[in-house]
């Protein structure tokens, strides 16, 4: 039962316009989500987290967006530059559980 | 500032042998846990450890994996006879116990079986 999905695999950008990635959850009980960053031959890096008190979060370019009723989360990210491109995960988790992540879409910012 | 360091970085090891990886989490972190990532996929979870409680091993794909952490720091996740579709990246992350704290990873140890 995949409870974090990450529909779109892949995803390609025109430099300096905006990236969105989306994702979905189904379990009602997560209050804490993450987006994650993945360059190849390195580990996750942590981007950005929003809590289900809020429905949106800005960090410098990225904001992350919650809907709750929806079951949706998206991170924006604007300005996109060619650094930008990576894998990126969503994840999720409810008060004393672990974290499920999604399978991950690849953004390509292209020059 | 010490992050996340996994040992090896790399490892090839032929069909059948045993191998471990290891994890040293950062200092202070009372969770750790441990995932792979297989060529194309996503994050898989392994097993998970959260102070001196039962680790959750939920994940763990087969009785030849295991792991153990010493000391509430250090963990070794142990593979055993190994088969080719073992072959993966190990990732390993740990955070501090503090309420809707980020886990932070480290770079992986790349598991190659001949």
């Known amino acids: 039962d995949q409870q974090v999905k990450q529909n779109s695999p892949s995803l390609s950008v025109q430099e300096g316009r905006i990236s969105i990635l989306n994702c979905d959850y189904t379990n009602s009980m997560f209050d804490y989500f993450l987006w994650y960053k993945k360059y190849p031959a390195e580990g996750p890096t942590f981007l950005i987290s929003i809590s289900s008190i809020k429905d949106k979060n800005e960090d410098g370019r990225f904001t992350v967006f919650l809907n709750k009723s929806a079951k949706h989360l998206s991170l924006h990210i604007v300005p996109s530059q060619p650094g930008d491109s990576a894998v990126y995960f969503c994840a999720a988790k409810a008060s004393g559980s672990r974290l499920t992540f999604g399978e991950g879409t690849q953004l390509t910012v292209n020059p | 500032g010490a992050g996340v360091s996994q040992s090896p970085s790399n490892k090839v090891t032929e069909k059948g042998k045993d191998v471990e990886l290891r994890c040293d989490p950062i200092?202070?972190?009372?969770?750790l846990y441990w995932y792979r990532q297989s060529l194309g996929q996503g994050l898989e979870f392994l097993i998970y450890?959260?102070?001196?409680?039962?680790?959750?091993k939920s994940g763990l794909p087969s009785d030849r994996f295991s792991a153990e952490r010493t000391g509430g720091s250090v963990s070794t996740l142990t593979i055993q006879r190994t088969q080719q579709e073992d072959s993966a990246v190990y990732l390993c992350?740990?955070?501090?116990?503090?309420?809707?704290?980020?886990?932070?990873f480290g770079d992986g140890t790349r598991l190659s079986i001949l």
């Open positions: 992350a740990s955070s501090s116990p503090r309420s809707n704290q980020p886990q932070h």
């Open positions: 200092s202070g972190h009372t969770a």
């Open positions: 450890f959260q102070g001196n409680s039962a680790p959750d």
